[in-house]
Structure formats: structure tokens, C-alpha cells
């Protein structure tokens, strides 16, 4: 009985460290897009200083994961719970690096003429995709799956979004060349969250294993 008390604390610790991790990740991806949209070069450069912070979280998340393992003989549907965790971690430190190479292009457009259209299409499709993350970071912290329709329908969105961004952009480069750089730029942004998207997902399909026991391929 104490072993088991001890091992509930050591998942609670889990949970709470994934879900600070997890809430610095959406902060770091807001301001990315903010620094983006605000031209603000501060801000693209906090987000940036903030990866060691995710990559420091996630070592020090794996580094539980495994002495949990080591030393409270789990039972399988917790051994669910604590290896499945590795899998959230590592698609949570993803979403971070596409946070930093959106900041990153920031800090490149700082001194090109920027259209305001490019920005508010860049802002609407990052709207989706916040949204998209928080839902399956909730599926996590609340292990539900219930959401499953409409978390799949706002990935639908970002898919849709990001093709019709980039087509439009491409069209736009050959109206008008001055604006290629600018163009190529905005299209990697769509690009970067149009992958946040595919790592949320792969966040959900770790807490339906989580929850069900079988693995699916959403």
C-alpha cells in the first residue's frame, strides 16, 4: 500500500511536470506568432531563449519516466501512462522548435515590407492550430477522449488552411517578384504550423493509447 502511494505521488509529479512543459510550449507558440504579427524582434528572441527551457524540461521528464519504471514495478495500463508520456514529451518539444523557427523568421523580416494580408491569414490559421494544441493537451490532463470528432475536424482546418495559404502566396510570387523573399518566408511560417498540428495529433493518439489500450492512427 505505501509502494503504491509513493508511485501515485511520482505519476502526479509526472502529470504536473508534462503539463508545465506543455504550457510553456502554447505560450512560446502565442508569442511566436505575436512577434511575427507585432514585429517584434524582443519577443522573437524570448521565444528563442525559451527552447533550452523546453529541452531541459523534456530531459529532465525522461529522466522520471525511466526511474519510475526502474524502481515502482508498474503494471501495465501504467506502463501505458509513464511510456506514452515519452512519446507526448518529445511532440511537445517539437511544437517548441517550430515556435523558435517562426520567431527566427521575426527577426528576418524585421527590415522587408510586410502586407497586412499575409499577417492576418498567418494570424487565423495560428488561432486554429493554438486551438488544436489546447484541446489535445486537455485530452491529457484530463484523459478524455471524447473530443475526438472535433479535435480531428480543426487538424482538417490547419491542412486546408496551410494548402490554401501556400497556393495563394505562390500565385502572389508571380504577380510579384519583389516580394518573393517575403512571400517564401510567410509560406515556411504556414509550413511550421501546419506541423504543430501533426504533433498535437500525435499528442491525442498518446492519450487515446493512454486510455483505451490500443493504438490509432488518426
Known amino acids: 500500500m505505501v509502494q503504491r502511494k509513493v508511485f501515485e505521488n511520482e505519476l502526479a509529479r509526472l502529470h504536473n511536470e508534462i503539463l508545465l512543459m506543455g504550457s510553456i510550449v502554447e505560450d512560446m507558440l502565442r508569442d511566436s506568432i505575436d512577434s511575427l504579427s507585432n514585429r517584434d524582434k524582443s519577443l522573437a528572441i524570448e521565444v528563442i531563449k525559451r527552447d533550452d527551457m523546453v529541452d531541459g524540461k523534456e530531459i529532465e521528464i525522461q529522466e522520471l519516466c525511466v526511474l519510475i519504471i526502474a524502481t515502482q514495478q508498474p503494471v501495465a495500463s501504467d506502463v501505458r501512462r509513464v511510456t506514452s508520456a515519452f512519446k507526448i514529451i518529445n511532440n511537445l ?126
Open 93 to 218: 518539444e517539437r511544437i517548441g522548435d517550430h515556435a523558435v523557427n517562426i520567431a527566427n523568421v521575426t527577426k528576418d523580416l524585421l527590415d522587408k515590407k510586410i502586407n497586412l494580408k499575409e499577417i492576418t491569414e498567418i494570424k487565423r490559421m495560428s488561432e486554429i492550430v493554438i486551438e488544436l494544441v489546447k484541446k489535445c493537451i486537455d485530452s491529457y490532463i484530463n484523459l478524455d477522449i471524447s473530443q475526438v470528432e472535433e479535435i480531428l475536424s480543426l487538424e482538417e482546418e490547419v491542412d486546408n488552411a496551410h494548402h490554401n495559404l501556400r497556393r495563394d502566396l505562390v500565385q502572389r510570387m508571380s504577380c510579384d517578384a519583389s516580394m518573393i523573399e517575403q512571400y517564401s518566408k510567410f509560406i515556411f511560417v504556414s509550413s511550421h504550423l501546419e506541423r504543430v498540428g501533426d504533433h498535437a495529433i500525435n499528442i491525442f493518439e498518446s492519450v487515446n493509447y493512454m486510455v483505451t489500450g490500443e493504438y490509432k492512427d488518426f
